[in-house]
């Protein structure tokens, strides 16, 4: 499976928990819906080891992450997603991310586990 081919996989799941996030947990406080955010829509699998796919592939999966929170808030498609993310202290998928990228980076690095650490010295970890 390409990169890509993850990516759409990742972009056609997302609007399907949105929607049941939006359908059950409608009457919820917006601060319930943010946790419900970060816990299901924050685990995008694999992220962190994406590292060759289409920009375009990338951007249809930032709409699909935005729309959901803006659906979640009852806030409009055309308004702002930074706005909709920095006013409920949410991270974006950019954010999400660089922090799995370096999590990822971290643990190779700190990582003993000989096949780790002969993979780590070789030319081929950047």
């Known amino acids: 499976m390409t ?8 972009t ?11 359908r059950k947990f409608s009457y919820c406080s917006r601060e319930v819906k943010m946790e ?4 299901h829509c924050y685990s995008i699998y694999c992220n962190s080891l994406w590292s060759r ?9 930032k709409v699909c992450h935005n729309d959901i929170l803006k659906r979640l808030l009852g806030l409009p498609r055309w ?15 950019d954010v999400i ?15 003993t586990n000989s096949t780790i650490t002969s993979v780590r010295q070789s030319s081929a970890y950047v």
């Open 12 to 22: 056609t799941k997302l609007p399907v928990v949105g929607n049941t996030l939006q």
């Open 79 to 93: 308004c702002s997603s930074s706005l909709a993310f920095a006013r409920n202290g949410v991270n974006n998928l």
């Open 97 to 111: 991310r660089q922090h799995s990228v370096f999590s990822l980076r971290s643990r190779v690095e700190l990582s």
């Open 36 to 39: 419900l955010f970060r816990s």
């Open 53 to 61: 796919y289409k920009v375009a592939t990338m951007n249809r999966l």
């Open 3 to 10: 990169d890509d081919d993850d990516i759409i996989k990742q």
